[in-house]
Structures are given as structure tokens and as C-alpha cells.
């Protein structure tokens, strides 16, 4: 349950679609049983993309979030090498289903074979379950900690900081992607509490440049 003085609603959809997403693209390897070098490139393409998405994500935590938090508020504090350690330990998985795509694509370009391929199935599946305990483990420590310190204001005053200093290319694709996974209300509601020059943009580009983005990668 989500505490009722915690609302980074941007924080908590951002975690939403790195589960949602990562189930999805491992559903799709897992039933791809047999498949052709399109279907992987297709995959390899899916996953970049993905982790670009959360590797933003982590850093923005490694290097602002959790370093800031941990000053005021010691009981965070205690949590933190054991987050560090869990987006380091990710950062291994992922390097390790960079280099099954980067092996099936140079060295099995005529042929996948189902032992390559069942390799990067099974990272895929360790990277879902290793990022769902660290989700978790995150929420815990880091929810009740922006709760103690922070008014609803305060922490709306800080999601604002974080949108104006993301890159407008990152923000052109990661609003979209996050907000595919809401249904329409809780859409709505995400897209009010953007600037009136963001929603601008992903009414008229964002949202159909992210769709295109999306065709190229889908199975």
C-alpha cells in the first residue's frame, strides 16, 4: 500500500512500466520458440530500448535521488548499499543479454540455434525477477523516506525539476512509454500534471513519434 503522503506519481509509473515492459518482452522470447534472426534483431532492438529507459532511470537515482535522501534521513541512508548493489548486479545481467544478442547476431546470422537463443531466455528471466525483488526492496526504503520529508508540495516542486532537466529527446519517448500502461483516467490524470508545453508536445509529436518507435520492434 502506498503511503498517502507520498506523491511522486511520476516515480511510481516510471516503476510501472519497467515491470510491465520487461514482462511483456520476456512473454514474447519466452514463445518465440523456434525463432528467425528478424525476430531477434526485433527483440534486440526492444531491449535497447528498454534499458535506456531504465539505465536514465538508475543513474538519476545513483547520482541525485538516493545521495540527496540519504543525507537527511539516516534510515534511508541504511539502505543504500544494498540498492547500489542490486542496479550494479542488473547492470551485470544486462551486460551478460547484450552479449547473447551481440553472439546470435554475428555468429548465428543464417541460424539461430536453441541453445543460444535459451541462454538469452533464461538472463531475460533472471533480469525480470532480479528487477522486481529490487523494486521492491526500493519502495520500501524509499517511499516512507520522501514521506517523512517531505510535503505532497515539496515533492510535486521536485518531479517538476526532474521533467525540466531531462534532455526533450528522453522526454519524447519516456512519456509515452510510461504512460501506455495507464488506463484512460489514470492517463488523463498523468498528462494534467505535465506543463501545458509537454502536453503540447505529446499531443501533437511525442505520442505518434513513440508509435512508430514501437512498430519496429513488434513481434
Same mark, same amino acid.
Do not use: C
Given at each position: ?9 511520476? &516515480? @511510481? ?18 514463445? =518465440? ?9 526485433? @527483440? ?5 530500448? &528498454? ?111 526532474? &521533467? ?35 502536453? &503540447? ?13 514501437? =512498430?519496429?520492434?513488434?513481434?
Amino acid at each position: 500500500m502506498i503511503d498517502n503522503n507520498f506523491g511522486m506519481k511520476g &516515480y @511510481l509509473r516510471m516503476h510501472n512500466a519497467i515491470r510491465r515492459d520487461l514482462e511483456r518482452l520476456e512473454s514474447k522470447a519466452v514463445k =518465440l520458440t523456434n525463432p528467425g534472426m528478424t525476430q531477434v534483431l526485433k @527483440l534486440e532492438k526492444w531491449f535497447n530500448f &528498454y534499458w535506456e529507459m531504465v539505465e536514465h532511470h538508475h543513474k538519476g537515482e545513483d547520482r541525485g535521488a538516493f545521495p540527496m535522501l540519504a543525507k537527511i534521513d539516516p534510515v534511508f541512508a541504511s539502505h543504500v548499499p544494498v540498492l547500489t548493489f542490486d542496479h550494479n548486479e542488473i547492470d551485470r545481467i544486462v551486460d551478460e543479454i547484450k552479449a547473447n544478442f551481440a553472439f546470435i547476431r554475428l555468429k548465428e546470422p543464417l541460424q539461430v540455434t536453441s541453445g543460444s537463443y535459451r541462454q538469452l531466455v533464461i538472463r531475460l528471466v533472471l533480469l525480470r525477477q532480479s528487477l522486481s525483488n529490487h523494486l521492491k526492496r526500493e519502495e520500501a526504503a524509499f517511499i516512507p523516506a520522501v514521506a517523512r520529508n517531505f510535503t505532497l508540495q515539496q515533492q510535486s516542486a521536485i518531479e517538476q525539476g526532474i &521533467y525540466k532537466r531531462i534532455p526533450a529527446r528522453q522526454l519524447a519517448v519516456m512519456v509515452p512509454w510510461t504512460l501506455q500502461y495507464l488506463d484512460a483516467e489514470e492517463r488523463g490524470s498523468a498528462l494534467a500534471e505535465l506543463s501545458s508545453r509537454f502536453r &503540447y508536445l505529446y499531443n501533437v509529436s511525442w505520442q505518434k513519434r513513440y508509435e512508430r518507435l514501437a =512498430l519496429t520492434f513488434n513481434l
